[in-house]
């Protein structure tokens, strides 16, 4: 990759980030546009914003990655992400924004009238939020590191430092704008090199048989083994080692293979031929990020993949900075318009990542082995391309890339430093809300230094899977039953969350289970979201007593249409125009 | 391997949160009784402290007034004051709570306190009861009064009469009646600023009507098409004053109701008036007290234009700040001397257009808490630039809502 214009590329979009966050406000200084900038904010761009925030390094690299390694059954991720917000449309994105919550704390507040409820509200707001800003620090790392061959963490510092500077600073004073143009940059970043690569693959003769099992080699290429790893074959192998293979050196020789287990030495470089096939790298001694829970999937393929659905299904209503931004809608119609007009968005962003996957199975095929599958968005323009268009294509993948960490990443820390500063740290006169920011930034940076082996988009399914199992059954049982009490919540939360909390410490933690134990902990969403649920509503059964007096009340104002609660502002004009008819 | 070593680190580390967040809380929990009463001196002053501390547990829920919910929540703790087999407390109907031993003397009760109610004296009498080991065999009455009317009867029953139980009730029932008469005084206070709004509400300045029908007059002639839209203007602006449903509204509807507002003004003044306007549109769904930036902004037109002849130029400045919005309005007028603002806003002088700063201000302290009042920079020829912070959500606030009571 040329550093010349992936350099520059990300210290454009950086800018440009900080730029719109700091004077994007809409401004009038005629009377006449008084109107346009106290205007509310439209579905479109409320929806833009959403998608900008929602599409992080899990959908720009992590997906194409995993489609890489493990093929198409890996489409489930962008069906999941996308049909997420179906959910969120149908039971909650309106009643959630009649709550008037600007957080799902607020909101447990404004449900249930009980303090304790709200802060462990909290206490999962920043848990979900850490984990799922971790992997973007990672990928962020990974980025600058596959870009530029800066060290592993340099990326995710730059991230945090970028983010936590601009929100500590009051610098998101518009965060709206902000996403939105996020959005349409990331979507041009992977749409336009796209374009190009698919003509590159037509020119190539278009070849079909990306999904064939094994992936091979479509031209003689020289892997270089950058981590020890342990190499599986199924059939014996030939190639021309220049290394150390099974603790033996060889110097550019050509040798065979026997069908086992082989160990490779970091530093090796293996010379593969036209029409090998791609050997696969063994769990647990691969340092790499698309492959450590792959296992467990082949494992217990059909189970992996429900846990998977469900947790993305019902995750995408509790991530805290996805629903802090329904907030923006004027009212719960525009709410439900915006969703309609994310699932749209996003749609159409989640048809490009599969084709990099694709993609990468033919002409990069060697990144299963060295590990670095999330980088191949990134390397495909340079390796189908090359020369100049090559690297300038890779340029604007690397910003989009940035992009997309930025995006997310600054979204979850305001929601993180808001929770921070509001329900944890002590109040003292004017809330210090830069102690939270750089408090909701250290702590998944430090993590992100210390584990470096989650691949991008499992460590965003684990995030998914603990939202999915504590706000999933709060908000939709908050929004749908009149008897939950706050026990009942309080208990459910604790029950699922924390359960799947602990399944996702265990996984991270490289827990040795093998076979079905270590599928259910590495996929909690299939039984600890029934388990939030069920504990939810056996407490609350159990509990009758404690329903709080005002439910009837603020369920009728979660559901009824605003009109029908509250007059309609503003409406002389056009009285008084339709009385002169 | 290192990278395990480090997974596994991370791993232990977020396995340890929900048990530091749930010990740092079990501690919270614990560490109060033991802190509070360590450490002190004498029996005497012990039990004094003991006693002390449990009038004051006792005191929050009858904040809330007499009612069933209250009563019951602070009626052991009265129990454990008087050191009484049985405490009931009663409005002038029913018994609101019967806590201890006894409870089949209730209606009996009940009957016998119709002279205590009537006549606002306590008194003691036998209770009949056919129960042969009944173990209260005394009632002891001590009627709740609030500014000399009777609301109710705490009663103390014993086996025996002891007229250190009549003190002891007496007293008690005084400092419960300190207590209603306390919520009695939040209650009125809630009452007063519901009154205020209103007064505010009709007070969009008979001077502005006046001025602004003048306005319309003098374009009706020359420009009708003008004058037709300052109508309508003013019919909107008018509206949005006078409506009737609810204590709160969004910014963005209070945002073009000082549209309209400033279209009345600008008609009159003209080219000596201009604003700008600076929003964030994240922050225009945010709930806020009706009509509680409009003064704002008429306070800073008539400073801006007081007494000069020049232009005068007004910003107001939305933006987004975390969970709050970040609302500043800002003149280039007079000012002010900051001791006389001061005086304005502690209520004790209300010059012209003074009560509109000191009302918002009681309102947004009233509805956000004390931390949540307007700030106000100015001085004398330096303009004035006042800064609320809204929360976004505050429990109990939304559009159509009422003012939350405490």
């Keep these: 990759m040329n550093e010349n214009y992936t350099v520059p590329a990300v210290a454009l979009v950086v800018v440009a980030t900080v730029f719109v966050g700091a004077f994007g406000l809409r401004i009038s200084r005629t009377t006449s546009d008084f109107y346009v900038a106290s205007r509310t904010v439209g579905p479109r761009l409320n929806a833009a914003a959403i998608s900008g925030e929602y599409l992080s390094a899990a959908s720009f690299l992590g997906i194409a990655g995993l489609v890489l390694v493990q093929g198409p059954d890996m489409l489930w991720y962008p069906v999941g992400y996308t049909a997420g917000y179906l959910v969120l449309l149908l039971f909650v994105a309106a009643p959630l924004r009649r709550s008037g919550a600007y957080t799902l704390p607020d909101f447990a507040e404004a449900r249930l009238a009980s303090k304790t409820v709200r802060r462990l509200a909290g206490a999962f707001v920043v848990g979900v939020g850490w984990l799922y800003l971790l992997p973007q620090l990672q990928g962020a790392g990974l980025t600058l590191n596959v870009l530029t061959d800066a060290p592993q963490w340099l990326g995710g510092v730059i991230v945090a430092a970028v983010v936590a500077a601009t929100v500590a600073a009051g610098g998101m004073r518009s965060i709206t704008f902000v996403q939105a143009f996020q959005y349409w940059l990331k979507l041009t970043a992977l749409l336009v ?34 981590a020890t790893l342990d190499l599986k074959l199924a059939e014996p192998l030939t190639v021309t080692v220049s290394g150390t293979i099974d603790g033996r050196r060889h110097d ?127 390397l495909l323009p340079d390796r189908m391309i090359g020369g100049l268009g090559g690297d300038l294509l890779g340029a604007l993948v690397a910003g989009g890339a940035f992009a997309a960490f930025l995006s997310t990443a600054s979204g979850l820390t305001l929601a993180v430093a808001g929770v921070l500063t509001q329900d944890v740290l002590p109040a003292r006169g004017v809330r210090h809300f830069r102690l939270g920011t750089v408090l909701a930034m250290a702590v998944p940076l ?61 996984t991270m933690a490289g827990y ?16 600890s979201v029934p388990l939030g649920f069920l504990t939810m509503v056996l407490v609350s059964l159990a509990t009758p007593s404690r329903v709080p007096a005002e439910t009837p009340s603020i369920l009728a104002r979660f559901h009824l249409p605003e009109e029908l609660v509250g007059g309609q502002p503003g409406a002389a004009s056009k009285e008084i125009e339709l009385w002169r008819r | 391997m290192s990278g395990e070593v480090s997974g596994f680190l991370a791993g232990f580390l977020v396995a340890a949160l929900p048990f ?8 919270r929990r614990t560490a109060r009784p033991g802190r509070s009463l360590g450490g002190l001196g004498t029996p005497v002053e012990h039990a004094t402290f003991q006693t002390l501390h449990t009038a004051t547990l006792a005191a929050p829920p009858l904040r809330a007034g007499l009612t069933e919910e209250t009563a019951r929540r602070s009626a052991k703790r009265l129990r454990t004051l008087l050191g009484t087999d049985a405490l009931c407390l009663t409005d002038h109907e029913s018994v609101l709570v019967w806590e201890g031993v006894g409870e089949h003397h209730r209606a009996e009760i009940m009957e016998r306190l119709a ?122 602006f008018t509206r949005y004053s006078f409506r009737r449903h609810g204590d709160f509204t969004t910014l963005a ?46 306070n800073a037109v008539k400073h801006g234009l007081e007494g000069r002849l020049d232009k005068s130029h007004i910003s107001i400045t939305a ?50 808490g004390d931390d949540h009042g307007l700030v106000i920079e100015t001085a004398v020829g330096a303009g004035m630039k006042i800064t609320a912070r809204l929360p976004k959500y505050q429990p109990g606030v939304h559009p159509d809502g009422g003012i939350p009571r405490a």
């Design chain 2, 253 to 298: 509807d209070e945002l073009h109701a000082i549209d309209h507002y400033l279209a009345l003004v600008r008609a009159r003044f003209g080219d000596r008036l201009s604003v700008t306007l600076q929003i964030a549109p994240e922050v225009l769904p945010v709930t806020l007290p009706f009509l509680c930036l409009q003064p704002l902004v008429e």
């Design chain 1, 512 to 527: 040795p289970g093998t076979g079905a134990f270590h599928a259910l902990l590495a996929w909690p969403a299939l039984w």
């Design chain 1, 446 to 506: 430090a993590a992100s230094v210390l584990v470096g082996g989650l691949p991008v988009a499992d460590a965003v399914g684990l995030a998914f899977a603990v939202s999915a199992s504590s706000f999933c059954p709060l908000l939709v049982l908050g929004i749908w039953w009149r008897r939950l009490t706050p026990p009942g919540a309080a208990a459910g939360m604790l029950a699922g969350g924390g359960a799947a909390l602990l399944a996702v410490a265990a």
């Design chain 2, 20 to 27: 530091l967040a749930a010990g740092f809380w079990l501690g």
């Design chain 1, 193 to 226: 090199p796209a374009l190009f690569l698919v003509l590159a693959w037509q020119g190539d003769g278009a070849p079909r048989h990306a999904f064939d099992e094994p992936a091979s080699f479509r031209e003689q290429r020289v892997v270089r083994v950058d």
């Design chain 1, 252 to 378: 550019e020789k050509r040798i065979d293979l026997p069908v086992g287990t082989h160990r490779v030495e970091r530093g090796t470089r293996l010379t593969f031929t036209e029409g090998d096939p791609v050997p696969v790298a063994d769990r647990g001694s691969n340092g790499g990020m698309s492959t450590s829970l792959a296992e467990g999937r082949e494992e217990r393929p059909l189970y992996a993949t429900y846990g998977l659905i469900l947790a993305t299904f019902l995750g995408t209503m509790g991530l805290p900075h996805v629903v802090v931004r329904f907030y923006t809608s004027p009212h719960g119609v525009a709410a439900r318009r915006t969703t309609v007009v994310v699932l749209g968005l996003i749609g159409a962003f989640y048809l490009l990542p599969p084709v990099y996957g694709a993609l990468g199975r033919l002409y990069a095929p060697e990144l299963t082995l060295t590990g670095d599958a999330d980088a191949a968005v990134l």
């Design chain 2, 115 to 236: 002279g205590p109610l009537e006549s606002g004296r306590g008194e003691a009498f036998r209770l009949t009861c056919d129960i042969l080991d009944c173990p209260v065999r005394w009632a002891v009455v001590a009627p709740l009064t609030v500014d000399d009317r009777v609301h109710g009867a705490l009663v103390a029953c014993a086996p025996l009469e002891s007229a250190v139980l009549v003190r002891a009730a007496g007293e008690v029932a005084r400092w419960v009646s300190v207590q209603l008469e306390l919520a009695d005084l939040d209650h009125s206070r809630t009452r007063l600023i519901e009154a205020e709004i209103k007064a505010l509400r009709a007070q969009i300045s008979p001077h502005f009507i006046f001025n602004s029908l003048a306005v319309i007059a003098s374009f009706v002639r020359t420009d009708p098409e003008r004058a037709r839209e300052l109508l309508l203007e003013f019919a909107d």
């Design chain 2, 319 to 368: 933006q987004d700040a975390g969970a709050e919005a970040l609302v500043v309005i800002e003149d280039d007028g007079v000012g002010m001397d900051p001791e006389v603002l001061r005086r304005i806003l502690s209520g004790e002088t209300s010059p012209s257009g003074g009560i509109g700063l000191s009302n918002v201000d009681e309102r947004l302290r009233q509805v956000y």
